[in-house]
């Protein structure tokens, strides 16, 4: 199956641009905006201001994973070694 992009605008410092994301990966910003006690916008600005890649989308992806892989290891989980 594959993932369906939907693409959303979103205003950011007053400016607007549109991020292009899979339906996971939205409802995953939502949650964990949702688990800090934050707004969508409010995550979406931060995860802009920190980003060290030039696009908008994978550096949301980036940050989705490194939450969940963050919470896994305080979990108590193990993380695979890759490389």
Request: net charge positive; charged share 30%.
């Amino acid at each position: 199956m594959k993932p369906s992009n939907k693409k959303r605008s979103v205003a950011l410092c007053g400016r607007r641009t549109s991020v292009s994301l899979e339906d996971e990966f939205w409802k995953s910003l939502r949650r964990i905006a949702r688990g800090r006690g934050e707004t969508l916008s409010d995550l979406l600005l931060k995860i802009d201001e920190d980003r060290q890649s030039a696009n908008l989308s994978s550096a949301i992806r980036l940050f989705v994973l490194q939450h969940y892989r963050n919470q896994l290891v305080n979990a108590g989980g193990v993380l695979p070694r890759f490389g």
